[in-house]
């Protein structure tokens, strides 16, 4: 079975400009996440979709930063204007489901630096 | 105060020690405990996951819960400097709902 797949695996920007990565998941899996892991801490949710609509986006800063997944499957996240604070390392992960009784499958993520 | 305590290490043992790893929290809410070990410059891979309080084994990783102190385990049997890594702790809520609060993660490393 193929894990979550993400690209760009690494991506250097400067303040102000912009930046997408994307996200395919685990094949079947209806649920996916988008996650922020800033060093030395732990991952920080910011947007859970069913199959193409949002569950939670509750701790996605919305001035700046976007997602969709159009079609269910394939998903993008957007930051636009890029802030030195988001460097981070982005992570999508998927699940079967939204329930705590399914867990999740983590990419191994974009690493981002915002010079 | 958070709602997920983890120690960040770095914690160094001898090979074939054993390991424990530990987490307290705080929302009384939270159903289900996992256990992730995510290598550098990777993503978290999933090692354990249990419902509720108890113990639950596999292979040489033991996790226990224990709800009514708010404190889970990782237990490391035999281990192996292939073990030395990040292990982040994570508890979710029972509904649909509730997203997952992730530790921040304990720095572990094997000395052969």
């Known amino acids: 079975e193929a894990g979550v797949a993400q690209s760009p695996r690494y991506k250097i920007i400067e303040k102000r400009q912009s930046v997408a990565f994307w996200c395919n998941p685990i094949?079947?899996?209806?649920?996916l996440y988008w996650y922020q892991q800033i060093l030395g801490q732990g991952p920080k949710l910011l947007i859970q979709f069913q199959n193409n609509g949002v569950v939670d986006d509750s701790q996605l800063p919305k001035d700046r930063f976007s997602a969709e997944r159009l079609k269910g499957v394939d998903s993008t996240l957007k930051i636009q204007p890029a802030k030195l604070e988001d460097s981070a390392v982005y992570l999508c992960?998927?699940?079967?489901?939204?329930?705590?009784?399914?867990?999740?499958?983590f990419g191994d993520g974009t690493r981002l630096s915002i010079l | 105060q958070k709602e997920v305590e983890q120690d960040p290490g770095p914690l160094s043992v001898p090979e074939g020690a054993i390991v424990s790893l530990n987490c307290t929290y705080s929302n009384s809410a939270f159903q289900y405990f996992m256990w992730y070990r995510q290598y550098s410059r990777k993503g978290p891979e999933l090692l354990m996951y249990?419902?509720?309080?108890g113990n639950k084994e596999d292979g040489r990783f033991t996790a226990q819960v224990d709800k009514s102190s708010k404190y889970i385990s990782l237990f490391i049997r035999d281990s192996q400097p292939s073990d030395s890594a990040t292990y982040l702790c994570a508890m979710k809520g029972g509904s649909s709902a509730s997203k997952i609060i992730f530790g921040s993660g304990t720095r572990l490393s094997i000395r052969p």
């Open positions: 094949s079947g899996h209806a649920t």
């Open positions: 249990t419902y509720s309080s």
């Open positions: 992960a998927s699940s079967l489901g939204g329930t705590g009784s399914q867990p999740q499958h």
